[in-house]
C-alpha cells in the first residue's frame, strides 16, 4: 500500500496540463475556419491538377478537339516557306489518307473472315443436329437461339445485329 501511495504522489508531483482543461463546446467559428481551409485546400488542388494535365500550354480552346498537324506551329519551327507547307500538307494528307484505306480493307477482311468462320461452325453444327433433328427442328432451334441471344454492348452501328447469323 505505500507503494501505492508513493506512486500516486509521484503522478500528482507532476504538472498535467490536460487535468485542468474542462470541457467546453467547439465554437462555431472555429469549425467554420477548418471547413473555409479544407475546401481552399482543394480548390486549389483541382486548380493545380486542371492546370497541369495535358498540354495547358497549347492555345487550344477548351471543349473543341484539335485534330491533325498544326501546320503553323510546324511551319514556324521548321522555318518553311509557303510553298513548302503546301507540299507537306498535301504529302501528310495522302499518307493519311493511304492508310485510311489499308485500315477499312483490313476491316472488312476481318469482317469476310469471321463470317466465313461462323458460317462453317453453323453447316459443322447443322450437320451433327441432323443426325437426330429434322430440318424444321433444326430451323426452329437456330430461331430460339437466335431470339435468346443475350445483347452485347458497342460502341459503334451495330448492322451485324440486324444481319442473320
Do not use: W
Not at 507532476?14 to 465554437?27: E, G, H, K, L
Not at 493519311?96 to 489499308?102: A, D, L, N, T
Request: proline share 4%; aromatic share 4%.
Amino acid at each position: 500500500m505505500s507503494s501505492n501511495n508513493h506512486n500516486s504522489e509521484f503522478n500528482s508531483s507532476f504538472d498535467n496540463p490536460y487535468n485542468n482543461v474542462t470541457s467546453a463546446p467547439n465554437s462555431p467559428i472555429k469549425g467554420a475556419i477548418v471547413m473555409l481551409f479544407a475546401i481552399l485546400v482543394s480548390v486549389s488542388g483541382m486548380l493545380a491538377a486542371a492546370n497541369s494535365y495535358g498540354n495547358a500550354d497549347q492555345n487550344h480552346t477548351m471543349g473543341k478537339k484539335h485534330r491533325g498537324p498544326d501546320f503553323d506551329a510546324i511551319s514556324t519551327q521548321l522555318q518553311l516557306t509557303e510553298d513548302q507547307t503546301e507540299q507537306l500538307k498535301t504529302l501528310l494528307k495522302s499518307h493519311h489518307e493511304s492508310r485510311m484505306k489499308e485500315r477499312q480493307s483490313q476491316q472488312q477482311k476481318r469482317q469476310g473472315e469471321h463470317q466465313a468462320k461462323r458460317e462453317s461452325h453453323k453447316q459443322a453444327l447443322d450437320a451433327e443436329l441432323s443426325g437426330f433433328l429434322n430440318e424444321e427442328q433444326i430451323t426452329d432451334l437456330h430461331e430460339i437461339l437466335q431470339k435468346n441471344r443475350p445483347s452485347r454492348p458497342c460502341n459503334r452501328p451495330c448492322e451485324h445485329r440486324t444481319a442473320s447469323n
